[in-house]
């Protein structure tokens, strides 16, 4: 995926994912149904066998989306078992002598953006200052749909290999108008927490919609952790749209969906979770994975 324009601290890119796009194969595959990707008949229903349900794949697709590295495979995401981890490493396999074919169309689409990227730069001007990037991930489906994934990530559904450039920019803006408002951002450096980021920036951390205490402890804290190393936190309280934990007196949001939990269950103040640290971390960005202590 390659940027189509850049400005001095802000980046636009737009393209097909494979990684991401295989998320949503899967469910092709199998047959089962998790809303908004509920228009697909059924399938062989091997993976529910193994244990795929609605709230651990959208937890991995949370993951995919805004910690993917598509150097590796992203089946190494999945944290439900290593049963499914295994039949997921098995189809990305067929799935990578299939994603030239289902990406075939993301040149044609690259140049219909090109036609109106001057006039869709220009709309996203105002987000510059609230967002610190925007990333349009690119994936087929049966119908035209749009999810964001605080703080910058946007996934948008093509179908037939096309999409209107009115529908395009209509999409995205949408998009950049929920991600701005859900999640303002000012950050030099940050921790991505498989679905948002907590940020070191002093204005960031005084914000009325998000009060972030002691950033720099927390970002200090997780940055001496290896991966694979694991901190247990509890949730403190709820703040729309995201989950506040309480890590040794300091704050971090999650979202929802972030949260690896029994589906019959409701995420409830005082759940105790564990995070658990990611290979992709980085000395300037902290991966992480979210999962409840069953048993709290």
């Known amino acids: ?55 651990n794949w959208r937890a991995w697709f949370a993951r995919v989306v805004t910690s993917q590295d598509q150097r590796q495979s992203p089946a190494t995401l999945w944290m439900s078992g290593s049963e499914m981890r295994e039949a997921l490493e ?5 799935y990578l002598l299939l994603s030239d074919q289902r990406g ?10 090109n036609t109106v990227w001057p006039n869709l730069w220009n709309d996203l001007k105002p987000y510059h200052t609230s967002l610190d990037a925007l990333t349009i991930h690119l994936v087929n489906y049966s119908k035209e749909m749009v ?42 450096k940050s921790i991505n927490t498989a679905g948002q980021e907590v940020s070191q920036n002093q204005e960031r951390m005084n914000s009325p ?42 704050e971090m949001a999650a979202i929802p969906e972030g949260i690896e939990h029994q589906p019959d269950k409701e995420l409830e103040v005082g759940q105790e979770v564990e995070i658990r640290v990611l290979p992709r971390s980085t000395q300037d960005q902290i991966a992480m994975a979210f999962k409840i202590i069953e048993g709290n």
Not at 38 to 47: A, Q
Not at 90 to 94: G, I, N, R, V, Y
Not at 104 to 113: L, P
Not at 220 to 246: A, H, N
Request: proline share 7%; aromatic share 10%.
């Open 1 to 55: 995926m390659d940027p189509l324009s850049t400005g001095p601290s802000w980046t636009y890119s737009s393209g097909f994912n494979a990684a991401i796009d295989f998320c949503i194969w899967i469910l092709e595959i199998d047959g089962i149904h998790i809303p908004p990707f509920d228009l697909h008949p059924e399938g062989n229903g091997s993976l529910r066998a193994k244990g795929l349900d609605t709230n």
């Open 90 to 94: 098995k189809l990305w396999e067929a």
């Open 104 to 113: 075939s169309w993301d040149e044609k689409i690259g140049m219909k953006q």
């Open 147 to 188: 999810e964001v994934f605080p703080p910058t990530s946007v996934v948008l559904s093509i179908v037939n290999g096309d999409i209107s450039t009115e529908s395009f920019t209509a999409y995205t803006l949408d998009a950049a108008r929920k991600l701005a408002s859900q999640f303002p951002s000012h950050r030099p």
């Open 209 to 250: 919609r998000l009060s972030v205490q002691n950033q720099e402890a927390v970002f200090k804290e997780f940055r001496s952790l290896q991966p694979g190393d694991t901190k247990k936190c509890k949730i403190s309280r709820f703040l729309d749209p995201f989950v506040i934990l309480d890590i040794d007196g300091m």
